[in-house]
């Protein structure tokens, strides 16, 4: 590894920007990550651009940074490091059991949502989604409530992108959606019926993180012609709640408490 007239490595150097980005601390600009890893303005420019080519970093368009995807794909693959995914799995399974429909796990990246996981069912409704595959995020339950909670300015940066037509979900004017976004964030979930096939309503609701906005979406895709969506988002909202509380304990030691209020997803009636 090439080092630098004062002995340290890129690699370090590197690091010590990873560093920068505390708990809850969610984007940063160059001069607070300089300020912040101790490294000179120029450098810290140097080097944010070689992370971000690696996608391990990603650069907002406010110019400010935050952890990039393929860091989080790094993440993953570790043994000893629990991505979201495997943090969530446990909980997946129990609601999955008992909701008895297709249920999937998905993040936003960039202007789509981009799936974790997904677990089917027999005979459940149809559903087009496949683990590692991306979605606009209008037309899917889950990336509504994803945009609806995440800070403003993320929101209306999405809002302003030109929106093509995907499926059959609406196309909606930017006011419109603006609307959406706020009903979505009041009532704490989203429902799509019939935006990817006719026949399948999608029900989400949010992780929440430690800032309060959404870091992933749980969504549960049930016939049209019965949604059952009290039933449904009887058992979606606690098991939102469980993850949100074990991925706070995981990355930052608190939630306890959270985990214990949510409890368990139960069994839904017949």
Known sequence: MARSSAGESSLSRAVRVFETFD???RDLSATQIAEK???????THRLLGELVELG???RLPTRRYRIGLRMWEFAVRTPGA?????????????THAAIGQNLQLGVL???EVLYLERLSAPRSAVNFVVVGGRMPFYSTSSGLVLAAFSDQETRE????QPRAPFAFAPLRSPAEMRQDLKTIRQQGYAVTKGYIDPAATAIAVPVLGIMGNAVAAISAIVPSEDPREEQVLSVLLPAARAIGSALKRHYSGYGDS?????????QMEN
């Open 56 to 58: 391990l970093l990603e």
């Open 23 to 25: 708990t809850g601390v």
């Open 258 to 266: 959270v985990a214990r209020a949510a409890g368990s997803p139960h």
């Open 157 to 160: 940066s999405m809002l302003r």
């Open 109 to 111: 990246h960039d202007d």
């Open 37 to 43: 890893s101790g490294m000179p303005l120029s450098t």
């Open 82 to 94: 629990l991505g979201i995914r495997e943090i969530a799995m446990p909980i997946l399974r129990a």
